[in-house]
């Protein structure tokens, strides 16, 4: 008898029925989404991370750590750093 497929995203999807962890989990997916897109953005922009932190005033240890979400708090005004360095627009949406 072959074993039954167990497929992550069934998986996940039973675990997000737990309130507290569909929270958790929703407020990091924020944080790792927004960690690759500035990562996304840069490379697009044929950047290196020392070239951004240049841009920036900060060091590549601190650009590294945001792109690998390893940053524990970044603000809004950083964002709106990134977003200008990248030569991007910043859009925050509530819903």
Known sequence: ???KRFYFDDWLKD??????LKKAYEEEDVRARLALRIAELRKR?????????????TTQQVVSDIETF????VTLLTLQKIAHALDSRLVVDLR
């Open 45 to 57: 922009k044929k950047l290196t991370q020392g070239q951004l932190a240049k841009r920036l005033h």
């Open 1 to 3: 008898m072959k074993p």
């Open 70 to 73: 390893k940053h524990p708090n």
């Open 15 to 20: 675990q997000l029925k737990n309130p507290t």
